[in-house]
C-alpha cells in the first residue's frame, strides 16, 4: 500500500504566474482535500473532491481550482500568484464513507512566490 | 464567530513528564475531533480520533478527552520521551469524511 505524495516537493514562482501541484491519492482512496498551511498556522481546507466532483469548498477566491481524475489523482491550480500564496500545500486523501475520518497526508509542496 | 484555538503556542517539559495539550473551540458542534502530529517541513500524521458521544479515548500513551459541553479537548502523552517533540494539531470534523477545521497547534519540546 503507497502513501499519499506530492510533486514537486518545492517550487518558485512570481507574482502572477501560475502554477499546477500534483497529488497521488493513498490506495483505495476516492476523496481528496487539499489545505493550505501558511507559516506558524495550521492547515486552511481549499477544496475537496470526491469521485472527480468538487464537494465542498472553503474560504478560497476563484483562482483556486483543482481536478480529480478517475485514478483519484488530484491536481490544485492556482493562477494570478500574490505574495501571500507562499505556503505549504498539502493533499489528504480519505475514504468518503470511511468511519473514522482520518485523513491521510502527504508531505507538501513548498511554495514561494517572489 | 467560529473559533478553534489551542491555547499554548510552545509547551516545555521534561523527559518522562505528562504533556498536557488543550483545544478550545466556538460555535462549532463537531461530531469528531482529531489529533495530528506534525513534524518541521512534513505533513499531518493522524494520532487519535473521538467522537461526540465518547469521554476519553487511549493509545499506548496517549489519552484524548471530549467534553461538548465545555467545548474543550485535552491530549495528554504521559512518561513524555524527546521523540515526542513535535507540532500537535487538534481539527474538528463535522462528519467523517469531510474537511477538518484546524487549530494552530501547539509545539511542544521534551527535553531530556
Known amino acids: 500500500e503507497t502513501g499519499v505524495t506530492q510533486s514537486p516537493t518545492h517550487l518558485i514562482k512570481t507574482r502572477g504566474q501560475q502554477v499546477t501541484l500534483r497529488c497521488s491519492s493513498q490506495?483505495?482512496?476516492?476523496?481528496v482535500s487539499w489545505y493550505q498551511q501558511a507559516l506558524g498556522q495550521g492547515p486552511q481546507f481549499i477544496f475537496q473532491?470526491?469521485?472527480?466532483?468538487?464537494?465542498g469548498r472553503g474560504n478560497f477566491p476563484p483562482r483556486f481550482s483543482g481536478l480529480q481524475f478517475p485514478n483519484y489523482s488530484s491536481e490544485l491550480n492556482v493562477n494570478a500568484l500574490e505574495l501571500d500564496d507562499s505556503a505549504l500545500y498539502l493533499c489528504?486523501?480519505?475514504?468518503?464513507?470511511?468511519?473514522?475520518?482520518?485523513?491521510?497526508f502527504g508531505p507538501g509542496t513548498r511554495l514561494t512566490v517572489l | 464567530s467560529q473559533k478553534i484555538e489551542q491555547n499554548s503556542e510552545a509547551l516545555n517539559i521534561q523527559e518522562g513528564k505528562t504533556a498536557t495539550l488543550t483545544c478550545n473551540y466556538t460555535?462549532?458542534?463537531?461530531?469528531?475531533l482529531q489529533w495530528y502530529r506534525q513534524d518541521p517541513g512534513r505533513g499531518p500524521v493522524f494520532l487519535l480520533l473521538?467522537?461526540?458521544?465518547?469521554k476519553e479515548k487511549r493509545k499506548e500513551r496517549l489519552k484524548v478527552t471530549f467534553d461538548t459541553t465545555l467545548k474543550q479537548s485535552l491530549f495528554h502523552i504521559t512518561a513524555s520521551q524527546p521523540a515526542d517533540s513535535a507540532t500537535y494539531l487538534c481539527?474538528?470534523?463535522?462528519?467523517?469524511?469531510?474537511?477538518?477545521?484546524f487549530g494552530k497547534g501547539t509545539t511542544l519540546s521534551v527535553s531530556s
Open positions: 481539527a474538528l470534523d463535522m462528519r467523517a469524511g469531510t474537511a477538518l477545521i
Open positions: 473521538i467522537r461526540e458521544n465518547e
Open positions: 460555535n462549532y458542534s463537531p461530531a469528531y
Open positions: 473532491y470526491y469521485r472527480e466532483e468538487e464537494n
Open positions: 489528504a486523501s480519505s475514504l468518503e464513507l470511511d468511519e473514522s475520518g482520518e485523513q491521510f
Open positions: 490506495s483505495g482512496h476516492n476523496t
